[in-house]
């Protein structure tokens, strides 16, 4: 059983992440304790709301560092919804330009589209080797955001693999989750979505194992 901590910086779906992944099949810690989240076979972190104030919350205990730690050490983070949309250079939110992570070129921003937020349940097209839809690429996943990375600028040159992208659309095409390496992402929230959700974060757990 793989053992996995959420992280716990005072934002996100925490306790239906912590269910969603216990039911998935993980030995699942709530925590933002440091020592725990950088030895933990896989660290997830969660997003709701704002860029900015989930930005503030991740560099107030350090959470910056620690997935920059794992990242470089090929140690597994699955991000979610805002938790994915940090991991890139910049987010723009109401004319606010907010420094994310940086682990990805480019910039989120807002969705093009005549009703936002985009909320509910929505097909996806994944990657062909997609390891975190095997089984389910033809499945549907709750999304609740108005804003999302439209493009991806990161070139991969061998001997890396190449990064798996998965997209969707609400009025414009736009990342749905990223597979890259140790570092994987999903824009929609897979403990809302369900026994597809559960199912992609069991392919996410196995991967961890491999």
């Given amino acids: 059983m793989s053992r996995v901590v959420v992280f716990d910086y005072g934002t996100g779906n925490v306790h239906s992440a912590v269910k969603a992944?216990?039911?998935?099949?993980?030995?699942?810690?709530?925590?933002?304790d440091r020592k725990s989240a950088l030895e933990a076979d896989g660290l997830v972190v969660p997003g709701v709301g704002a860029f900015s104030a989930v930005m503030a919350a991740l560099q107030a205990v350090r959470g910056d560092e620690i997935v920059d730690r794992r990242i470089a050490g090929g140690r597994p983070v699955l991000g979610i919804c805002v938790g994915m949309q940090v991991l890139f250079e910049h987010g723009v939110e109401r004319g606010v330009d907010t420094e994310g992570l940086g682990e990805w070129p480019g910039t989120v921003t807002r969705l093009e589209?005549?009703?936002l937020p985009h909320m509910g349940w929505n097909t996806v097209i994944p990657a062909e080797d997609s390891v975190l839809f095997r089984g389910i690429e033809a499945e549907r996943f709750y999304f609740v955001h108005s804003y999302a990375a439209q493009?991806?600028?990161?070139?991969?040159?061998?001997?890396?693999?190449?990064?798996?992208?998965?997209?969707?659309?609400?009025?414009?095409?736009?990342?749905?989750?990223?597979?890259?390496?140790?570092?994987?992402?999903?824009?929609?929230?897979?403990?809302?979505?369900?026994?597809?959700?559960?199912?992609?974060?069991?392919?996410?757990?196995?991967?961890?194992?491999?």
């Fill in 21 to 32: 992944l216990e039911l998935a099949g993980a030995e699942v810690t709530l925590t933002s």
């Fill in 113 to 115: 589209a005549p009703i």
């Fill in 151 to 210: 493009e991806w600028t990161l070139e991969v040159m061998p001997p890396f693999p190449k990064p798996r992208l998965t997209w969707a659309e609400h009025g414009v095409p736009f990342l749905a989750a990223v597979e890259n390496g140790p570092l994987s992402a999903t824009q929609f929230h897979p403990e809302k979505s369900g026994e597809a959700g559960i199912r992609l974060l069991s392919n996410w757990l196995g991967s961890l194992r491999d």
